[in-house]
């Protein structure tokens, strides 16, 4: 069966009070294979990210339907969502607030496997840990330590380690490194890509840095204003844009002269500080 | 001018960091002091404080009786002791059972969505707009005036402050990235509660708490001094002073030295309360 797994149909979601919403979501369509790794990009605001979160369920659409393995999870029975909650999982932007500060590694990473049941003991819950834990890098010896004694690297890794722990098939990832440093950014990447080539992951992948969608994914999508103004595959897109917005969201990616690229990136991050 | 208030608060944050001021180690060396004093008072009286002497009336603090003694001859260095674990233990069983209530209230208001909130959130609203000395009164009369009745008395008074602050801390922590992090997971509401949301709501009521043990000695003391608490021939600092009152121009010590105790732990505790929120905040020491 190679239908979608994940699929999103006409989802709309608005912010404010009814009379003047913000239509931050509007009319937003896609779908991801298994295996298929999808990027969404687009500016601050576009609503990428909430698109994501009325995908797995954080935020209600007013209109519009989740598809998991071809059926609306609107009409889905007790089972199927409780599939859904084990097969998609979510990696978040910012490291340093997505993980509980009062829980230990063990108890963070262990958490999906209580929800579920997934453990039958003790010992093979900590044993499942420390297997996944091993997959994206970190050891056992880390077990009982809490969040703050890490890095923001090491976080993003548990993190990770956090959202396989229960074996999904969709891993639905919210800027992942952009909250990371730069030094550590291409790591965290290159361990995604690696999870989703050896566990056969769909990858759902938000982001503002187009150099690495470009890089990553197989599929994109473009926002504007919460509207999808282009969508295909990946190469096409980067290689023929036919929206103005595409074309100028291209414009912006860093050129490779260390001296220019170096010069703008400082006025980018002025221009965020003032924001 | 928003620049020389950041230069200006950086150091001081700093020194309380290092070094507790001397009055935030007075006043936690005082906290505990007074916590030994309720556990071990009664076991350290030098004479019954029961034991009712006519011909000893009213004598000044001396040898025999440091602190003097009441109107019946009691010895009041005995009594001011033997009262600490009523007053003192009085107030914290008060605060607890109020912190309790108002941090479970605050759980329901969280999880029950935004209708069961409201209901909850403006019945604490109008609980608040009473004075608490007026009501815990109110409440302590009708059961019955007993220092039983002056502890339920004050729970029912204070809970709702507790319920404040506990749902303003969750509201915070609720929409969190790791509580999110949960929701995906499939993590069920009262999961997410328990685990996520309760332990990392609860500073801000510690702190309130023992801010509040200060007032709550007043009001217990007060409630007992007015008749609403403990009974005469108990020794309780409140109702000690009441006693007290008549003689105040012949036998000031009588009424002074549970006074002056009940103003020590008030302070005591509030100070201590107070510099728990500023070490915790360190923004609130500002303003």
């Known amino acids: 069966m190679s239908g979608p797994i994940l699929a999103a149909r006409g989802l709309t979601k608005s912010f404010g009070p009814r009379r003047d919403a913000r239509r931050v979501v509007d009319d937003v369509s896609f779908s991801v294979g298994p295996g298929a790794i999808l990027g969404i990009v687009g500016e601050s605001g576009s609503g990428k990210s909430t698109t994501l979160r009325c995908v797995v369920g954080l935020e209600r659409a007013d209109a519009g339907e989740v598809l998991f393995d071809g059926v609306p999870l609107a009409g889905a029975d007790r089972e199927m969502r409780r599939s859904f909650r084990r097969d998609v999982q979510m990696v978040f932007q910012d490291p340093y607030s997505s993980l509980n500060p009062r829980m230990t590694v063990e108890t963070i990473v262990g958490e999906g496997l209580d929800i579920h049941r997934a453990a039958a003991s003790k010992q093979g819950r900590r044993d499942r840990v420390v297997e996944v834990l091993e997959l994206v890098g970190l050891d056992a010896t880390i077990l009982e330590r809490f969040p703050r004694s890490f890095s923001g690297g090491q976080r993003q890794r548990i993190a990770i380690a956090r959202a396989l722990a229960v074996g999904p098939r969709v891993l639905v990832c919210d800027e992942p490194v952009s909250a990371l440093d730069v030094s550590v950014q291409a790591q965290v990447v290159n361990l995604l890509l690696d999870m989703q080539q050896q566990l056969g992951l769909a990858v759902v992948f938000v982001a503002h840095d187009l150099a690495l969608v470009r890089h990553l994914c197989h599929e994109v999508m473009v926002m504007q204003h919460g509207v999808v103004v282009e969508d295909g595959a990946c190469a096409d897109v980067f290689d023929r844009p036919r929206h103005d917005y595409t074309k100028s969201l291209l414009a912006a990616i860093p050129i490779p002269d260390p001296e220019r690229d170096r010069a703008r990136r400082a006025a980018a991050a002025v221009d965020r500080r003032s924001a | ?287």
Not at chain 2, 224 to 247: K, L
């Open chain 2, 1 to 287: 001018m928003t620049t020389v208030a950041t230069t200006h608060a950086v150091p001081r944050v700093r020194r309380t960091r290092r070094r507790l001021p001397w009055l935030d180690r007075i006043a936690y060396g005082t906290v505990v002091l007074l916590l030994g004093l309720a556990i071990l008072g009664p076991l350290l009286t030098p004479h019954d404080p029961y034991a009712v002497d006519l011909g000893q009336a009213l004598q000044a603090p001396s040898g025999g009786h440091l602190l003097g003694t009441d109107g019946l001859g009691r010895d009041v260095l005995s009594r001011a002791l033997a009262g600490a674990r009523s007053s003192i233990l009085g107030a914290l069983l008060a605060v607890a059972g109020a912190a309790a209530i108002g941090i479970l209230v605050a759980c329901v208001a969280t999880i029950g969505g935004r209708w069961v909130d409201d209901v909850v959130m403006r019945f604490c609203d109008i609980t608040l707009s009473l004075p608490v000395m007026v009501m815990a009164l109110g409440v302590a009369v009708a059961l019955g005036p007993s220092l039983r009745s002056a502890v339920i008395a004050m729970v029912v008074a204070w809970w709702p402050g507790f319920a404040r602050i506990a749902r303003a801390e969750m509201r915070t922590v609720i929409t969190s990235p790791y509580v999110e992090a949960a929701r995906v997971l499939g993590a069920s509401r009262w999961r997410v509660m328990l685990r996520h949301v309760l332990p990392n709501s609860l500073d801000g009521v510690y702190v309130q708490a023992t801010l509040e043990i200060g007032g709550a000695t007043l009001i217990m003391a007060g409630l007992s001094f007015v008749g609403a608490g403990a009974q005469p021939p108990s020794a309780e600092w409140g109702a000690m002073v009441e006693t007290g009152a008549r003689y105040l121009t012949s036998a000031w010590w009588i009424s002074v030295v549970p006074g002056l105790l009940i103003t020590l732990t008030a302070l005591a505790f509030a100070i201590s309360g107070d510099s728990l929120r500023t070490r915790n905040h360190p923004d609130a020491a500002l303003t």
